[in-house]
């Protein structure tokens, strides 16, 4: 992927699949260190479905849980000296508290780091293709929250209007990269 | 600065919009997005037919939604047209540009891009 956003949708869009209703992003940096979690609710796993999640030559293919997407992150979060990790209760097991969290670790200054890229548009995307599902971003530089989204939050003033809405959309990004200009803003002018 | 106290304004305009909207969405575009359709590029493609169907006002002809992968990763991103009373296109290694001009002459003009359907592109 040229930017990490896109696997942060690609990671989202497996949670989805699996059902999720609520699914957190969240980037946190801290220092040369960026940490990827994406936790959701969704069906979850089989400790033997997740032993061969991150090997790129298994997929459930009919079901389609997991493609190549883990895979992928794990080697660009491997390749920069960090790691990737998967948890999940699967539902079978844990009917009243399943789901999964896919931790990625990266370091920055490496050579081989991708680009975090637009993130803003990767959420939008999720909830275009989603409206139902509700999200909770957040995005934590160094102990500050540069930015972040609760479509709960919105789902209460906006009632059962769609998200996925022209209008709606359209804040929600100018929402986010407004967020993201005024942490910047603040930034440079405290250096 | 944008406030969550905006999204009542938004929400009071869109009230009677909505009512309007009912039973309709005669022409879908499915735009694939899964790991294939992302690696190859299809959040700009997608955002593209949301911006230009909103600006072609023609969202209330046209619905723009998603799917998984769609089996033929070689050719993304995949975007397929479907319209009651027609065959489906399946439109091929789709780009913002394309997207645009698919916008213009097949959803408001009502013509095919033959030379960015599949039946074109593969060899």
């Given at each position: 992927m040229k930017e990490l956003s896109l696997?942060?949708?690609?990671?989202?869009?497996?949670?989805?699949?699996?059902?999720?209703?609520?699914?957190?992003i969240e980037i946190s940096e801290n220092g040369d260190r960026l940490s990827l979690t994406i936790t959701d609710n969704g069906c979850g796993m089989s400790e033997d479905t997740l032993k061969t999640v991150i090997d790129p030559f298994y997929?459930?293919?009919?079901?389609?849980?997991?493609?190549?997407?883990?895979?992928?992150?794990?080697?660009?979060?491997?390749?920069?000296?960090?790691?990737?990790?998967?948890?999940?209760?699967?539902v079978n097991d844990f009917p009243d508290s399943h789901g999964t969290v896919v931790r990625a670790k990266f370091v920055?200054?490496?050579?081989?780091?991708?680009?975090?890229?637009?993130?803003?548009?990767?959420?939008?995307?999720?909830?275009?293709?989603?409206?139902?599902?509700d999200f909770v971003f957040s995005h934590i530089i160094d102990g500050e929250r540069a930015a972040?989204?609760?479509?709960?939050?919105?789902?209460?003033?906006?009632?059962?209007?769609?998200?996925?809405?022209?209008?709606?959309?359209?804040?929600?990004?100018?929402?986010?990269?407004?967020?993201y200009g005024e942490y910047g803003d603040k930034k440079s002018s405290s250096q | 600065m944008k406030s969550l106290e905006e999204l009542k304004a938004i929400k009071e305009r869109m009230k009677?919009?909505?009512?309007?909207?009912?039973?309709?969405?005669?022409?879908?575009?499915?735009?694939?997005?899964?790991?294939?359709?992302?690696?190859?590029?299809?959040?700009p493609v997608l955002s593209t037919f949301v911006e230009e169907v909103n600006r072609a006002a023609l969202e209330d002809k046209v619905t723009v939604s998603q799917t998984g992968c769609i089996g033929i990763c070689q050719f993304e991103?995949?975007?397929?047209?479907?319209?009651?009373?027609?065959?489906?296109?399946?439109?091929?290694k789709m780009n913002p540009e394309k997207a645009k001009r698919v916008v213009e002459e097949h959803l408001k003009g009502g013509r095919v891009i033959s030379e960015y359907t599949i039946t074109a592109n593969n060899d």
């Amino acid at each position: 992927m040229k930017e990490l956003s896109l696997n942060i949708l690609d990671i989202a869009e497996n949670s989805l699949k699996a059902g999720s209703t609520l699914t957190g992003i969240e980037i946190s940096e801290n220092g040369d260190r960026l940490s990827l979690t994406i936790t959701d609710n969704g069906c979850g796993m089989s400790e033997d479905t997740l032993k061969t999640v991150i090997d790129p030559f298994y997929t459930t293919r009919t079901t389609r849980k997991v493609g190549m997407g883990l895979p992928l992150l794990k080697m660009e979060a491997e390749m920069t000296g960090g790691g990737l990790s998967v948890e999940s209760r699967w539902v079978n097991d844990f009917p009243d508290s399943h789901g999964t969290v896919v931790r990625a670790k990266f370091v920055k200054s490496h050579i081989d780091f991708v680009p975090l890229g637009d993130v803003t548009e990767s959420i939008i995307t999720l909830i275009q293709g989603h409206p139902d599902s509700d999200f909770v971003f957040s995005h934590i530089i160094d102990g500050e929250r540069a930015a972040g989204l609760d479509t709960r939050e919105l789902r209460e003033i906006l009632g059962d209007l769609p998200l996925n809405s022209y209008e709606i959309i359209s804040w929600i990004r100018e929402y986010l990269n407004e967020q993201y200009g005024e942490y910047g803003d603040k930034k440079s002018s405290s250096q | 600065m944008k406030s969550l106290e905006e999204l009542k304004a938004i929400k009071e305009r869109m009230k009677d919009k909505v009512v309007l909207r009912e039973g309709t969405g005669d022409i879908r575009v499915v735009v694939g997005m899964a790991t294939c359709g992302i690696a190859a590029g299809a959040r700009p493609v997608l955002s593209t037919f949301v911006e230009e169907v909103n600006r072609a006002a023609l969202e209330d002809k046209v619905t723009v939604s998603q799917t998984g992968c769609i089996g033929i990763c070689q050719f993304e991103p995949v975007v397929e047209i479907f319209e009651a009373g027609k065959d489906k296109v399946t439109y091929v290694k789709m780009n913002p540009e394309k997207a645009k001009r698919v916008v213009e002459e097949h959803l408001k003009g009502g013509r095919v891009i033959s030379e960015y359907t599949i039946t074109a592109n593969n060899d």
